[in-house]
């Protein structure tokens, strides 16, 4: 009993501290997504003892889908500032994060932003993003 409730308070203070950093809403839906996944996967690793496995899983994925989820918005706000594109790579090449510009709206001050994310060289996402300058105060442009 006492190893199941150190695991827990492990997890739970690596999940807080690492949220902490998280800057934008996208960040905390992305370590959410990520911590979710982590520790689904995670659960069915580890026969042993499945609430390891999620804990340790889910505060992984929280720390690795926060951190691409920081690193691409990051890479598009590069990318809407600068007007050319913008890329990241680990530094093992494992990951790789491309910002381009496609369009700016001079109405609504807007910038759309093509977002590619690879993993282990395969496309695992592809959107546009739209980056705005300034911040919206109101329901309405």
Request: glycine share 12%.
């Amino acid at each position: 009993m006492k190893k199941i409730t150190l695991w827990i308070v492990v997890g739970v203070l690596s999940v807080g501290l690492l949220s902490s950093c998280a800057t934008t809403e996208q960040t905390y839906k992305g370590a959410g997504i990520g911590g979710a996944l982590g520790a689904l996967a995670g659960a069915l690793v580890d026969r042993d003892n499945r609430w390891r496995g999620a804990i340790v899983g889910g505060a992984l994925g929280a720390a690795l889908g926060g951190t691409v989820t920081e690193i691409s918005a990051r890479a598009s706000r590069e990318a809407a500032e600068s007007g050319r594109a913008v890329t990241y790579e680990s530094s093992d090449g494992y990951q790789r994060i491309e910002a381009s510009p496609m369009a700016y709206n001079a109405v609504t001050k807007c910038h759309k932003i093509r977002e590619k994310v690879w993993q282990d060289g395969k496309l695992v996402k592809n959107e546009v993003r739209e980056i705005c300058e300034g911040e919206k105060t109101e329901s309405t442009y």
